[in-house]
Structure formats: C-alpha cells, structure tokens
C-alpha cells in the first residue's frame, strides 16, 4: 500500500559553483520519488524539506516507517521530532552497511546515468534539470522493473484503485 514504506538518503551533484545536495524520500509501494529538497548544504533542514514535501503531498499514511543511513542528519534530534509530528516510525541501516537502503542508492546511481553527470554551470541549472527529471521523467515516463515494468505514477494509481474496489 503507498503510503507506508519510504527509503531515503542523499546525494550531491557537482558544479562551477560548488555542490548541490540533494535528498529524496522514495515510496517502496510504487517506487515514487514522493519528496525531495535540494541545497548547498547536508544540514537536517535538507532530509527534513524533503519528508515535509512527501508529507504535504498527502504521500504518507499514519504510523509509516522511514528508513535511511545512520547519517547525522537522520539521526538529528530535529528529524527524529519531526518525524514522530508526521506519525512517522524511524529506521536505521546497519552502521557500514549500504545494502539495507539499496532502493535508495540504485536511485541515485539512475540519476546520475541518465541527467550525466557533467558539472554544470550553476546550482539553479543543476536544481532545474534535477526537477524536471524526477517530476517529468522518472515518477511519469520511465519504466520500473521492481513494479512490473510500468511507471511509478501507474503503480499509485492502480495500488489505490485497488483500495478502493476492495472498499
């Protein structure tokens, strides 16, 4: 069901005018980048934006699990009230261990084959062509092998239509 299972981590891309970081909050159900907040540092305020977005969104169900690294900034007193206001249960990987939030990093690694991974000019060019390719490309056009080959925006469609026949 969507809603109830997300992955999160971060990551950066490069540019002329030093880095961009971005974090994600990825629904497991339908696997639909469902968050995300980008900027020129890694603080807390980062992974929160991004949980905040999912949470505005209507993308997330109550008691709902996150799972993310043991990252400082998921492991903030700040995120983890935060979490606990948006009725959301905290998950932690295994220290050293990247295999636990593998949907996460396999989503990152898609990022960066498919936008390139040529440093460009500004933040604002990097952040544009981020959000166009998660908004455009990869929640409504690409196709998922890990949900049936189809795209993440089919996959919630049809797990909510099949909530509501069951209804």
């Given at each position: 069901?969507?809603?109830?299972?997300?992955?999160?981590?971060?990551?950066?891309?490069?540019?002329?005018?030093?880095?961009?970081?971005?974090?994600?909050?990825?629904?497991?159900?339908?696997?639909?980048?469902?968050?995300?907040s980008m900027?020129?540092?890694?603080?807390?305020e980062l992974v929160a934006d991004a949980i905040r977005m999912a949470q505005a969104g209507g993308h997330t169900a109550g008691d709902a699990i996150f799972h993310s690294d043991r990252g400082s900034q998921y492991t903030s007193n700040q995120f983890?009230?935060?979490?606990?206001?948006?009725?959301?249960?905290?998950?932690t990987g295994r220290t050293g261990s990247c295999f636990d939030n593998a949907a996460a990093e396999s989503f990152f690694v898609v990022l960066k084959a498919e936008i390139?991974?040529?440093?460009?000019?500004?933040?604002?060019?990097?952040?544009?062509?981020?959000?166009?390719w998660i908004a455009e490309h990869c929640n409504r056009?690409?196709?998922?092998?890990?949900?049936?080959?189809?795209?993440?925006?089919?996959?919630r469609v049809r797990c909510h239509q099949r909530l509501d026949l069951a209804a």
């Open positions: 069901m969507p809603g109830l299972k997300f992955v999160g981590d971060i990551t950066y891309l490069p540019t002329a005018e030093g880095l961009l970081y971005l974090a994600t909050v990825i629904d497991l159900c339908a696997r639909e980048v469902v968050g995300w900027a020129d540092h890694m603080r807390t983890r009230s935060l979490l606990g206001e948006l009725d959301i249960r905290q998950s390139g991974t040529t440093v460009r000019e500004t933040r604002t060019q990097a952040r544009q062509d981020v959000f166009r056009e690409r196709l998922h092998s890990a949900i049936g080959y189809i795209t993440p925006h089919q996959a």
